[in-house]
């Protein structure tokens, strides 16, 4: 997994919610909270500083200014990871490293990162287009209609799928909510392929925390690996 990770360059913010990232008009001025280099430890990554890889500083002062005094609100967490280097290493709020945070659909991202990486290092000459049926060969009963086989991973990944999945009429955890039963069955990927087809594939937006279970089975798929 760390092989994977090392591979993306991500910007990742551990939030209780949406922030703005925008500058809320801070001056020139030194800053009382400003960028250091994140130790070493013996955690595996290695580390460098901003300038090292060809990022300003002035900016990740800026971002971290504005974290410290409160101008952006419940960010407990900024890390940098670039050239697979760990380069920004802050903690806020009273979190430290050692915290494990409920990221929840920030997950969504990552496990589309992930099956990207999974599809590049993959031997298989899947691509996005390729129908989803072919990354499920033991549910293939479940792509029995026209509309189903229709489904490329593509529309999984944009969450344009089709099917029938609504999550705002009843919010999690509500019992008729489908993400709620999704977590109560004993096969969550059987339970979602089960779902009727609501529009055609590639037509309709629809937000569905089902289809980000099947990426990672995806992922599996490909890989050999669970996403875990």
């Not at 697979?84 to 494990?100: H, P, S």
């Not at 099956?115 to 072919?134: C, F, H, M, Q, Y």
């Not at 999945?165 to 990927?189: G, I, K, S």
Request: charged share 20%; aromatic share 10%.
């Amino acid at each position: 997994m760390k092989k994977l990770i090392g591979k993306i360059i991500l910007f990742i913010f551990i939030t209780g919610g949406c922030v703005s990232c925008s500058h809320t008009g801070i001056g020139p001025e030194s800053y009382d909270f400003a960028y250091t280099k994140p130790p070493e430890t013996d955690d595996g990554w290695r580390t460098a500083s901003i300038s090292d890889v060809g990022l300003d500083s002035s900016q990740i002062d800026r971002l971290l200014y504005d974290i410290h005094k409160g101008e952006l609100k419940n960010i407990y967490a900024v890390m940098v990871i670039k050239d697979g280097m760990l380069v920004v290493d802050k903690y806020f709020n009273g979190a430290n490293r050692t915290n494990i945070g409920l990221i929840a659909s920030t997950t969504k991202s990552l496990v589309s990162l992930l099956v990207g990486i999974a599809l590049d290092e993959s031997t298989s000459n899947k691509s996005v287009k390729t129908p989803l049926r072919d990354f499920f060969p033991a549910y293939s009963d479940r792509f029995h209609s026209q509309e189903k086989s229709a489904i490329t991973l593509y529309h999984v990944l944009t969450m344009t799928a089709g099917l029938d999945w609504d999550e705002n009429t009843f919010p999690h955890p509500h019992e008729r909510n489908p993400n709620t039963q999704m977590y109560e069955v004993d096969d969550p990927v059987r339970f979602i392929l089960n779902t009727n087809i609501h529009s055609p594939p590639g037509k309709r937006w629809n937000y569905n925390s089902g289809l980000s279970v099947l990426l990672g089975e995806v992922v599996h798929n490909l890989s050999g690996e669970y996403i875990d």
